[in-house]
């Protein structure tokens, strides 16, 4: 069984910055994808972005391309989730997942479904 665990949220002004880091823990974490997702009360979650286990793959949603960057340290089994330019529509609760067998494709990659072991989440707010 593996635990992940998400840390960094807060309250930021629109135009900040915020990083968000995600520690796995629990066995010996070498899974081939970890991705972020966030959701909002009433709606449906949402596909952030998802790396694979060398980092050299990488998806983004379009809502977050240019502005979020995914990036994974396996020797410390941490993923992390820079936010820069930050819009109040990005106020949300933010998860990090992690999917133990391999991917292809974007579909792939952003279908939570798929994913395996779920943080917590961390709260993001973003003030106008």
């Known amino acids: 069984q593996a635990q992940l665990a998400e840390s960094g949220g807060g309250l930021v002004q629109a135009g900040g910055s915020l990083r968000l880091s995600c520690a796995a823990s629990g066995r010996t974490f070498s899974v081939p994808v970890m991705g972020w997702f966030r959701q909002v009360p009433g709606k449906e979650r949402e596909f952030l972005a998802a790396?694979?286990?060398?980092?050299?793959?990488?998806y983004y949603a379009d809502s977050v391309k240019g502005r979020f960057t995914i990036s994974r340290d396996n020797a410390k089994n941490m993923v992390y989730l820079q936010m820069n330019r930050l819009k109040p529509e990005d106020t949300a609760v933010y998860y990090c997942?992690?999917?133990?067998?391999?991917?292809?494709?974007?579909?792939?990659?952003?279908?939570?479904?798929?994913?395996?072991?779920w943080g917590q989440g961390t709260q993001v707010t973003v003030s106008s």
């Open positions: 790396i694979n286990w060398s980092g050299i793959i990488t």
């Open positions: 997942a992690a999917k133990t067998n391999s991917c292809s494709g974007y579909g792939c990659y952003s279908a939570g479904s798929r994913y395996d072991y």
